[in-house]
């Protein structure tokens, strides 16, 4: 396709190069963590405001956001599996439409979340159980990004894609306007007009439309050719929708799994005041940006895998393994030696509450564990979704939510320091049981 990048052909080398590899994943980690960095911004520009409930509020409300989007996370990432599978075996067709069906399904759902946003706020914050100043607060912000529902779940597939085609530029492109345009509004809103929390809503919201505008500018330009052969009957094939399905399906309980570990572990914050939760919620900012700096090599793993089974290639499948597990390594090395030497001024970056900056500094050292307990899970997950193979997955990460639950009960008397330490040993159970399922998967794709 016209514009891509010169990853599109690395299926085809005798060879794949550190350099090369880096020159995919860079991009992609810069876009992965801007993910967060939205998260972060609107924490750190609430943390100006002299209450920890309102710190909290953003908190929650972005919890239950979290919650809404990452079910349907399975959209990004099934989206990129596909597409790197159908560039890789040259279907031009099968690419576009990789785009088409999914996009279909974002559209009905965010249009659901809009539909029914009162019920759904008044039962996340029934189960969150927090203070009465932090639930205002947290639904002042719901009520405003609600109406961004359509618009970032599109950004998902968008996003997919361009990473399944190699075209990381572009969906940085996307990253980048929205990360801009947040960061300005949320310090013209807050800081400048004193809006408080609903001004860091309409900020998010106003960036997550833009961007999206400007991403279907650019690949319905691109495209409009190829678009314009595909048919109604050819979005409804069955054997690749419910293959599509079947693997979304799969996704889509490993993140209920995922979003279960997470609830229950900030309603366990949340019953511990407003201090902690304000704490934890800092802590957990710096740990989905670590998350998403590794979902950047994952992301390119997960490239080159969906590349070598479309193209039948198990040079490139083991290149990808060895690199990810290489680089997933380094990056762990340096996040923990950032958090060593830097961790308290990161932590001043996102609040000035002495009691809230004083908690936060004496968690930092579960994200100096965190990289290398929980880097090869994150890791594998990106491999074995290039190989959409979505099952291996789920069931991982059922087992190590069992784990999690198992901890938190045993550890409860520890109050959070129990907490962070069953969080950690979720990080690293989540690691082992996916490793359990590579040899199947090996055998499975290249008989």
């Known amino acids: ?49 002299p209450d920890p409930a309102s710190i909290g509020g953003v908190a929650i409300g972005a919890l239950i956001f979290n919650t809404m989007y990452w079910l349907l996370g399975f959209l990004r990432v099934s989206t990129s599996g596909f597409t790197s599978q159908a560039q890789g075996s040259n279907n031009d067709k099968e690419t576009i439409l990789s785009l088409l069906r999914p996009m279909i399904i974002a559209i009905i759902v965010g249009m659901i979340f809009i539909i029914l946003q009162y019920p759904i706020l008044q039962i996340s914050l029934k189960v969150i159980g927090a203070s009465e100043s932090v639930t205002s607060y947290a639904a002042t912000y719901f009520k405003v990004r609600i109406w961004g529902a359509p618009f970032i779940l599109l950004s998902y597939v968008m996003i997919g894609w361009l990473m399944g085609l190699g075209k990381v530029k572009l969906s940085l492109a996307m990253q980048i306007v929205m990360n801009l345009l947040n960061i300005i509004l949320d310090l013209v809103f807050v800081l400048g007009f004193n809006m408080g929390v609903s001004g860091v809503a309409y900020a998010t919201l106003i960036a997550e439309i833009s961007a999206i505008m400007f991403g279907a ?9 190829r678009l ?11 054997e690749p929708l419910l293959k599509m399905l079947h693997v979304n399906r799969d996704l889509f309980l490993r993140t209920v799994c995922l979003l279960t570990m997470t609830g229950i572990f900030t309603s366990k914050g949340a019953s511990m005041g407003e201090v902690t ?19 950047g090599f994952a992301n390119a793993s997960s490239i080159l895998v969906g590349r070598s089974i479309g193209g039948n290639n198990q040079f490139l499948y083991k290149r990808a393994f060895f690199l990810s597990g290489q680089w997933g390594f380094i990056a762990a090395i340096g996040l923990s030696l950032v958090i060593i030497f830097f961790g308290d001024i990161v932590i001043s970056l996102f609040t000035i509450i002495p009691d809230v900056r004083e908690t936060a500094s004496e968690l930092l050292v579960w994200m100096i564990i965190f990289p290398f307990v929980g880097f090869w899970g994150l890791q594998l997950e990106g491999i074995f979704s290039g190989a959409t193979e979505a099952k291996s997955i789920r069931n991982s990460i059922v087992f190590a939510l069992l784990v999690f639950l198992i901890a938190i009960w045993l550890l409860a008397p520890y109050q959070n320091t129990g907490l962070w330490l069953a969080f950690v040993i979720f990080s690293a159970s989540r690691s082992f049981f996916l490793s359990l399922f590579i040899p199947n998967l090996t055998r499975s794709r290249f008989r």
Request: aromatic residues 6%.
């Open 1 to 49: 396709m016209k514009g891509a990048t010169s990853s599109l052909n690395i299926s085809n080398k005798p060879s794949l190069h550190q350099k090369e590899y880096l020159h995919l994943a860079i991009p992609l980690i810069i876009s992965g963590i801007s993910t967060p960095i939205l998260g972060a911004v609107d924490t750190a520009v609430v943390g100006r405001i």
């Open 217 to 225: 500018y650019l690949i319905f330009k691109v495209n409009k050719v």
């Open 228 to 238: 314009s052969q595909i048919k109604l009957s050819m979005l409804l094939e069955s």
């Open 277 to 295: 939760l304000a704490a934890n919620a800092i802590i957990l900012q710096i740990h989905y940006i670590m998350a998403y700096l590794f979902g």
